[in-house]
């Protein structure tokens, strides 16, 4: 009997081992399966690289491959599945089309949800409109949609050039927009009450003499501004020479009417059956310390009773509470103002301390009285020239505006409250 191993393998040539004879073939073909054909590679050609960077890069590999000890071997991850690649596909205008209606459905969602939605503040918008409203009315008055429009169609009338102004420059449709920015001040800041409106005569000329105080000339503007609105003329401001050296002030006072404080203009106003405003005291009334309030200075020479004896129109005397309180006069500095070209320099409890913010007025309660006229026809023009009977009558129309503010103090109180 002979050994079958023995000739396992030992056909062929001596050397390498046959694929058919060789050991590991038989032994495939005796489990039935085809022998595998190793596939054959291309050797890639060496390069020359320095050895001691490959010594490098196995340390790193051992020291990052090294475990500590008693550490134990994390279970391997399961392979995530295959992921599908997306599929690119070409956009049609239908689909376009499609996108932008829904975008522009969103959006005018959002729109029309914008008044209940709440804003950064947590303030919802038509609470924030209702607010302005509510604020326009109480600033402006019922009738606030009325002005607004008036003072639209003003703008819009200057704009293209129908307006006029008279030889002294006065300019109605600035007077309109002036009364109605300075209304909110009088009506609302300082509460005025306006008492003798009676007395200030319907058409013809007329003089209106008032006491000046204040530190800042407000008082002005706030008696122009009760005479059209409570008598419906205009009136037309003397004012000192300073004023319309200013600039920017002068042109202003100009378009409202002010002209300068001399007999030749007074005379041609009154004339011309104007309405003219004069204050006597000048910048001695209103650079006045606060000591003095209400104590008037001196009325001058009496050259506002000249110009109403030779136009033959009454005198009205006019007083005035509550122009003293808006920026209470503490002190001055002369030096300074005299270096600016100015009459004084004034120093209030907060200005020049708080800067802007004090010159802000404060709000203290107003009250102007026109009082009964003075009739000056019963002289002739001549008597213009008459120095006693000038005195005579300026110190008559300053007691009687002395003794008005007395009595008005009296009515008014306390000033603020």
Same mark, same amino acid.
Not at 145 to 163: C, F, N, P, W
């Given at each position: 009997?002979?050994?079958?191993?023995?000739?396992?393998?030992?056909?062929?040539?001596?050397?390498?081992?046959?694929?058919?004879?060789?050991?590991?073939?038989?032994?495939?073909?005796?489990?039935?399966?085809?022998?595998?054909?190793?596939?054959?590679?291309?050797?890639?050609?060496?390069?020359?690289?320095?050895?001691?960077?490959?010594?490098?890069?196995?340390?790193?590999?051992?020291?990052?491959?090294?475990?500590?000890?008693?550490?134990?071997?994390?279970?391997?991850?399961?392979?995530?599945?295959?992921?599908?690649?997306?599929?690119?596909?070409?956009?049609?205008?239908?689909?376009?089309?499609?996108?932008?209606?829904?975008?522009?459905?969103?959006?005018?969602?959002?729109?029309?949800?914008?008044?209940?939605?709440?804003?950064?503040?947590?303030?919802?918008?038509?609470?924030?409109?209702?607010?302005?409203?509510?604020?326009?009315?109480?600033?402006?008055?019922?009738?606030?949609?009325?002005?607004?429009?008036?003072?639209?169609?003003?703008?819009?009338?200057?704009?293209?050039?129908?307006?006029?102004?008279?030889?002294?420059?006065?300019?109605?449709?600035?007077?309109?927009?002036?009364?109605?920015?300075?209304?909110?001040?009088?009506?609302?800041?300082?509460?005025?009450?306006?008492?003798?409106?009676?007395?200030?005569?319907?058409?013809?000329?007329?003089?209106?003499?008032?006491?000046?105080?204040?530190?800042?000339?407000?008082?002005?503007?706030?008696?122009?501004?009760?005479?059209?609105?409570?008598?419906?003329?205009?009136?037309?401001?003397?004012?000192?020479?300073?004023?319309?050296?200013?600039?920017?002030?002068?042109?202003?006072?100009?378009?409202?009417?002010?002209?300068?404080?001399?007999? @030749?203009?007074?005379?041609?106003?009154?004339?011309?059956?104007?309405?003219?405003?004069?204050?006597?005291?000048?910048?001695?009334?209103?650079?006045?310390?606060?000591? @003095?309030?209400?104590?008037?200075?001196?009325?001058?020479?009496?050259?506002?009773?000249?110009?109403?004896?030779?136009?033959?129109?009454?005198?009205?005397?006019?007083?005035?509470?509550?122009?003293?309180?808006?920026?209470?006069?503490?002190?001055?500095?002369?030096?300074?103002?005299?270096?600016?070209?100015?009459?004084?320099?004034?120093?209030?409890?907060?200005?020049?301390?708080?800067?802007?913010?004090?010159?802000?007025?404060?709000?203290?309660?107003?009250?102007?009285?026109?009082? @009964?006229?003075?009739?000056?026809?019963?002289?002739?023009?001549?008597?213009?020239?008459?120095?006693?009977?000038?005195?005579?009558?300026?110190?008559?129309?300053?007691?009687?505006?002395?003794?008005?503010?007395?009595?008005?103090?009296?009515?008014?109180?306390?000033?603020?409250?």
């Amino acid at each position: 009997m002979t050994d079958e191993r023995k000739t396992i393998g030992s056909a062929g040539k001596a050397g390498r081992g046959n694929r058919q004879t060789s050991p590991s073939a038989a032994a495939r073909a005796l489990a039935g399966s085809p022998p595998a054909k190793k596939p054959v590679t291309k050797a890639k050609p060496k390069t020359a690289q320095p050895s001691a960077p490959k010594k490098a890069t196995a340390a790193k590999k051992s020291a990052a491959t090294k475990k500590p000890a008693g550490a134990t071997t994390a279970p391997p991850k399961a392979a995530a599945p295959p992921r599908d690649k997306p599929r690119l596909r070409a956009v049609t205008d239908e689909d376009a089309a499609a996108a932008a209606a829904a975008a522009a459905e969103e959006a005018a969602k959002r729109t029309r949800t914008a008044g209940a939605a709440p804003l950064s503040a947590g303030i919802p918008l038509d609470e924030i409109v209702v607010a302005v409203i509510q604020a326009a009315q109480r600033v402006l008055g019922s009738d606030w949609e009325a002005r607004v429009a008036t003072l639209l169609a003003t703008i819009r009338k200057r704009m293209s050039g129908d307006y006029e102004v008279d030889e002294f420059g006065f300019d109605p449709q600035i007077t309109e927009v002036l009364t109605a920015a300075i209304e909110p001040l009088a009506e609302k800041w300082f509460r005025l009450e306006v008492r003798g409106v009676e007395n200030i005569p319907a058409e013809g000329g007329a003089l209106l003499v008032a006491n000046h105080s204040g530190t800042v000339p407000i008082d002005g503007l706030i008696t122009g501004y009760a005479v059209k609105k409570y008598s419906g003329r205009n009136l037309r401001p003397l004012g000192a020479d300073l004023v319309f050296s200013l600039p920017f002030v002068g042109q202003i006072a100009r378009k409202v009417g002010a002209t300068l404080a001399c007999t @030749e203009d007074a005379e041609r106003l009154l004339t011309t059956g104007e309405l003219a405003g004069v204050w006597p005291e000048g910048f001695k009334g209103i650079g006045k310390p606060f000591a @003095e309030r209400y104590k008037l200075q001196r009325f001058g020479r009496g050259g506002f009773v000249s110009s109403a004896m030779r136009a033959q129109v009454p005198i009205v005397p006019v007083s005035i509470v509550g122009a003293e309180e808006i920026y209470p006069l503490v002190g001055n500095v002369p030096s300074l103002a005299r270096l600016l070209g100015l009459p004084y320099l004034p120093i209030t409890p907060f200005f020049p301390l708080l800067g802007p913010l004090g010159m802000i007025p404060l709000p203290s309660k107003w009250i102007i009285e026109f009082g @009964e006229p003075i009739r000056t026809d019963a002289y002739d023009p001549e008597a213009a020239d008459d120095p006693m009977l000038l005195f005579n009558v300026t110190d008559q129309v300053r007691e009687t505006i002395q003794q008005t503010l007395y009595g008005l103090l009296v009515d008014r109180g306390n000033a603020f409250f």
